[in-house]
């Protein structure tokens, strides 16, 4: 063998020999290998992904040794035997970089259901390599409408002419079902599946999966999500059968406000492509075709997102989907071909689970019904263990507060029944929960029960139900009240999350308002791991853009009017453009910037002058307005304007952060004139003129940068006067209230901010916790002990918007911020004030967990810091800088860890590596 070689092989061999008994080999994989391995937008090991471009992401390990990376390889192959070494798929070779996220795959083209294994590993800063990760996987899921062979099917459910609350059509819920027999094992088995409405299936009278209202809710006439399932487990030797429920959900239910726009039209459909590989190589596909079977006669009556479910338990089909069951009394379905118009792309983000249960806390018994109370307002549906004798039906009502004199608060969900019914075939304690329906509430009322049985806690118990993601951050402090307000700002995230971004999850609406999204969109990115899910919703929104560029007010576009309003079509450049300050990847630029800039031209269509005529809901629900209007009294060409110039501002950022240079030129002269046609019209030497003069029209102009540099420090002038009028309170809707921390932070009025937050009176977001809020609520007044409820109907006590203010608890109290795109660098920067006395934040950032904890003791200032490896952190100590600086309890001196960069008046500013901190500094 020695023959064969050359002398230079002969050199590598004998040097990987050695290599291999000595550790202080270079190449010697000596360091902790990288974790937490992700592709895309944050998927570990998904199955029936919709990706076959994906990219990939690790963190390094926090393991003595590991600062930063300074090289990667990625290697990705058909089959685990193949890695490291023979990877047939790609094999990105050793780079020299510092980018541990967002790599793009470079390798071979990938194919629907393909089964791809990857792992990676590093160098480290002294150019040590780490051991190869563990191998991660992914499965693509049916990337094209053709790898669909079955047909859509389903049952004629308008027949019966069931008419709703609104006289709307109601599609009673269809059970399919079809046996068949294998002659031989299984091996694998993936089910593709979905529905034109909601499904849940069985396979041999198990549970396929615990996923809510599959397959979700997107711009249905566009696109329709598919769920993979691995029903290997399911399948068993010889005779199966497969049953599946289809109800209306979003696609053909009743949803908007309009009788138009209720999608009366087409009966809900499913679609079922069950895919073997049999235990000796051979291949079999059950598929949804006419040979299934249907009924509409089972134990489900109606369900309807807005007015609840029906059950009638007499009905039930026990065994239905086995094969110990007759259907020889079930129609035989209708089939319907797949078509290219409706794309059929399997599922960006994650489906809804219930998520967490709520025990009930208290019982109020009044006239045989019996109230409970979860003391949390919440999103998803009651478990029922109740008792019950046949014949009777219980009736479920929902509320999420009472009013004062113990009632049922229903007003607010105005057309909305959201009423659940369930008759009891037997005595004995019927078990329940709604399956295609969801609710918004705090208090279930029960009637129709065994009023000869006590009403117990355990009679009921609340699933909170959303978008099955993990939480990312978690923030508190020293003072109650700012701790339930992060409280209320999760609860709000949880209840509107229900696989769309929802201003509201109880009244008829539940819709994917824009502005909500786009105001409270930065904070959820902290509270929770939701960049899939904003992802997600940012394709819908692209397929919802007219070709004049208009973004619709509610995406899905329910309401199919055609209609814009500043603010919140903006949703198409302010959500990306967070969202990649947030996570650093270029691919949620390069997916919306086309619509951006669709979006920039629409602005300009309705200007004259470069002054805007958009209009519409403007500072929607500002407090206290003037005109009494609940678009508050900001000018809506103010607005409009405001907005053009800043969606410009943005389309130019990201045509700077993609590299197109000509674009980024175009975007910002067309932000430069607008801002002066801006300031030219509606200001005069910094002060509003000719309209309104409001907090948010002064916001609007510094957060987006409008006037000119010699008239911003007068503008503050009268912002701050405007605030000092209003007795240093907010008067602020939803455009107008996300700028209010941005401006005053960024203008050194933190003192001020901080008493606006804490203010406790009316408009103050501790107003609503004084009046007993466990969420966000849709208005600064919603509820007052004192007056009772707002009088308009329109009053959602689950409304995410005024949450939009965790970011700045987030960034500036706790102080954890990205100064470069993605935590690359961050600023940990608090600034603590009274009254609060400590405050602490963690975060999982792309680089992974940052955190920042401080202390104030007497004059003592005390720090503690996690900066993550491969990141950097500017951190920012208050101290009188006259005194010491104390770091792990010893004098500060610099050292490779630690420098010190810049001393101020008021705060040492260090550039700090990865690893833990603890500073002290002095205060006075
Ligand atoms: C919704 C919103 C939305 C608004 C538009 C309301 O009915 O609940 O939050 O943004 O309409 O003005």
């Given at each position: 063998?020695?023959?064969?070689?050359?002398?230079?092989?002969?050199?590598?061999?004998?040097?990987?020999?050695?290599?291999?008994?000595?550790?202080?080999c270079k190449e010697q994989a000596t360091i902790a290998e990288a974790k937490k391995l992700t592709i895309s937008e944050g998927f570990e090991n998904p199955l029936g992904f919709y990706d076959k471009m994906p990219t990939f992401s690790w963190q390094l390990p926090v393991s003595e040794g590991v600062l930063s990376q300074s090289a990667y390889q990625i290697v990705v192959a058909s089959s685990p035997d193949l890695l490291p070494d023979h990877a047939d798929l790609w094999n990105s070779k050793k780079q020299q970089t510092a980018q541990s996220t967002w790599i793009k795959y470079e390798g071979a083209a990938l194919q629907s259901r393909q089964k791809v294994y990857w792992q990676v590993k590093y160098w480290n800063q002294d150019k040590q390599a780490s051991k190869w990760s563990e191998i991660n996987h992914f499965e693509l899921g049916l990337l094209n409408n053709n790898d669909w062979k079955a047909k859509w099917i389903g049952l004629d459910t308008k027949k019966e002419k069931v008419l709703g609350s609104q006289n709307n059509i109601i599609h009673r819920p269809q059970y399919l079902r079809k046996g068949f027999k294998l002659s031989n094992d299984v091996a694998s088995a993936r089910l593709y599946i979905t529905a034109k409405g909601v499904f849940d299936v069985a396979i041999n009278g198990k549970d396929v999966s615990d996923d809510v209202m599959p397959p979700g809710y997107t711009p249905y006439k566009e696109r329709i999500e598919t769920?993979?399932?691995?029903?290997?487990?399911?399948?068993?030797?010889?005779?199966?059968?497969?049953?599946?429920?289809?109800?209306?959900g979003w696609h053909s239910g009743r949803l908007g406000w309009m009788e138009s726009y209720w999608s009366d039209t087409e009966t809900p459909k499913m679609l079922f492509q069950l895919e073997l590989i049999m235990k000796d190589g051979s291949k079999e596909m059950i598929l949804s075709d006419d040979t299934w079977k249907g009924t509409t006669s089972g134990p489900i009556r109606v369900s309807e997102i807005y007015d609840g479910e029906t059950y009638d338990a007499n009905l039930e089909m026990p065994n239905w989907t086995t094969t110990k069951f007759d259907d020889k009394t079930w129609e035989s379905v209708k089939t319907f071909p797949v078509t290219e118009d409706i794309r059929l792309e399997p599922k960006r983000h994650t489906t809804v689970k219930s998520k967490i249960e709520l025990a009930t806390k208290a019982i109020i018994e009044k006239d045989g019904t019996a109230i409970f109370d979860f003391q949390q307002n919440m999103v998803g549906v009651p478990l029922l263990k109740v008792p019950m004798k046949k014949g009777q039906t219980l009736k479920v009502r929902f509320a999420e507060k009472l009013s004062p004199d113990g009632s049922f608060y229903t007003e607010n969900y105005r057309s909305a029944e959201?009423?659940?019914?369930?008759?009891?075939?037997?005595?004995?304690?019927?078990?329940?929960?709604?399956?295609?329906?969801?609710?918004?509430?705090?208090?279930?009322?029960?009637?129709?029960f065994d009023t000869s049985k006590k009403p117990s806690k355990d009679w009921v118990t609340g699933l909170v139900q959303y978008s099955d993601f993990e939480e990312n951050g978690t923030f508190t402090s020293s003072h109650e009240k700012l701790n339930q307000l992060q409280s209320n700002i999760v609860w709000g995230l949880r209840g509107n999350f229900f696989d769309i971004p929802t201003d509201c999850p109880q009244r008829d609406e539940r819709m994917g308002w824009t502005a909500d999204a786009q105001v409270f969109a930065p904070a959820s990115m902290f509270n929770a791991d939701v960049y899939k899910f904003w992802a997600s919703w940012m394709q819908s929104v692209r397929e919802s853009q007219s070709d004049n560029?208009?973004?619709?007010?509610?995406?899905?576009?329910?309401?199919?009017?055609?209609?814009?309003?500043?603010?919140?079509?903006?949703?198409?450049?302010?959500?990306?453009?967070?969202?990649?300050?947030?996570?650093?990847?270029?691919?949620?630029?390069?997916?919306?910037?086309?619509?951006?800039?669709?979006?920039?031209?629409?602005?300009?269509?309705?200007?004259?002058?470069?002054?805007?005529?958009?209009?519409?809901?403007?500072?929607?629900?500002?407090?206290?307005?003037?005109n009494g209007d609940n678009k508050g009294d900001t000018s809506k060409s103010l607005i409009g304007t405001a907005f053009f110039a800043h969606s410009a501002n943005l389309t130019a950022k990201t045509a700077k952060a993609l590299g197109k240079t000509e674009e980024f030129k175009k975007y910002n002269a067309i932000y430069k004139t607008v801002a002066n046609a801006?300031?030219?019209?509606?200001?005069?030497?910094?002060?509003?003129?000719?309209?309104?003069?409001?907090?948010?029209?002064?916001?609007?102009?510094?957060?987006?940068?409008?006037?000119?540099?010699?008239?911003?420090?007068?503008?503050?002038?009268?912002?701050?006067?405007?605030?000092?009028?209003?007795?240093?309170?907010?008067?602020?809707?939803?455009?107008?209230?996300?700028?209010?921390?941005?401006?005053?932070?960024?203008?050194?009025?933190?003192?001020?901010?901080?008493?606006?937050?804490?203010?406790?009176?009316?408009?103050?977001?501790?107003?609503?916790?004084?009046q007993g809020a466990?969420?966000?609520?849709?208005?600064?007044?919603?509820?007052?002990?004192?007056?009772?409820?707002?009088?308009?109907?329109?009053?959602?006590?689950?409304?995410?918007?005024?949450?939009?203010?965790?970011?700045?608890?987030?960034?500036?109290?706790?102080?954890?911020?990205?100064?470069?795109?993605?935590?690359?660098?961050?600023?940990?920067?608090?600034?603590?004030?009274?009254?609060?006395?400590?405050?602490?934040?963690?975060?999982?950032?792309?680089?992974?967990?940052?955190?920042?904890?401080?202390?104030?003791?007497?004059?003592?200032?005390?720090?503690?810091?996690?900066?993550?490896?491969?990141?950097?952190?500017?951190?920012?100590?208050?101290?009188?800088?006259?005194?010491?600086?104390?770091?792990?309890?010893?004098?500060?001196?610099?050292?490779?860890?630690?420098?010190?960069?810049?001393?101020?008046?008021?705060?040492?500013?260090?550039?700090?590596?990865?690893?833990?901190?603890?500073?002290?500094?002095?205060?006075?």
């Open positions: 063998m020695l023959k064969k070689m050359n002398f230079k092989h002969f050199i590598y061999a004998l040097y990987a020999t050695v290599c291999l008994s000595f550790t202080s769920i993979t399932y691995d029903v290997t487990n399911l399948i068993e030797p010889g005779e199966n059968t497969v049953g599946v429920e289809v109800a209306a959201s009423t659940n019914y369930y008759t009891a075939s037997k005595d004995g304690v019927i078990e329940w929960m709604p399956k295609f329906t969801f609710h918004g509430f705090q208090y279930v009322e029960l009637s129709g560029g208009a973004i619709p007010w509610v995406v899905p576009d329910v309401l199919f009017n055609n209609k814009v309003s500043a603010g919140w079509g903006d949703a198409c450049t302010i959500i990306p453009w967070k969202i990649y300050l947030k996570t650093g990847d270029k691919e949620i630029l390069e997916e919306n910037f086309e619509t951006m800039k669709g979006w920039v031209k629409y602005h300009e269509s309705v200007t004259k002058n470069n002054i805007s005529s958009m209009g519409f809901f403007a500072d929607w629900l500002q407090p206290l307005p003037e801006f300031e030219n019209k509606f200001f005069e030497n910094g002060k509003v003129k000719d309209v309104a003069e409001t907090q948010t029209s002064y916001l609007l102009a510094l957060a987006f940068g409008l006037l000119s540099e010699e008239h911003k420090a007068n503008a503050k002038k009268h912002l701050l006067r405007k605030i000092a009028e209003a007795d240093n309170h907010l008067r602020t809707g939803f455009l107008g209230t996300p700028l209010l921390y941005e401006v005053l932070d960024a203008t050194g009025e933190i003192d001020l901010m901080y008493k606006l937050l804490f203010n406790e009176t009316y408009p103050s977001w501790f107003y609503s916790i004084n466990t969420t966000i609520w849709e208005r600064w007044n919603s509820y007052s002990k004192k007056d009772g409820f707002n009088a308009q109907k329109m009053n959602s006590l689950n409304h995410y918007a005024y949450g939009a203010i965790g970011e700045w608890m987030y960034e500036r109290i706790a102080g954890i911020a990205p100064l470069e795109a993605g935590y690359k660098t961050i600023r940990i920067a608090p600034v603590p004030k009274e009254p609060l006395t400590s405050s602490s934040a963690s975060l999982n950032t792309p680089y992974g967990n940052v955190s920042s904890s401080w202390e104030i003791k007497g004059s003592d200032f005390k720090l503690e810091v996690v900066v993550p490896p491969n990141t950097t952190a500017k951190v920012v100590i208050l101290a009188n800088t006259k005194q010491a600086l104390l770091l792990n309890d010893t004098n500060f001196k610099d050292n490779s860890n630690v420098k010190l960069t810049n001393t101020d008046k008021d705060a040492f500013v260090l550039e700090v590596q990865p690893g833990t901190y603890s500073f002290q500094s002095k205060l006075k």
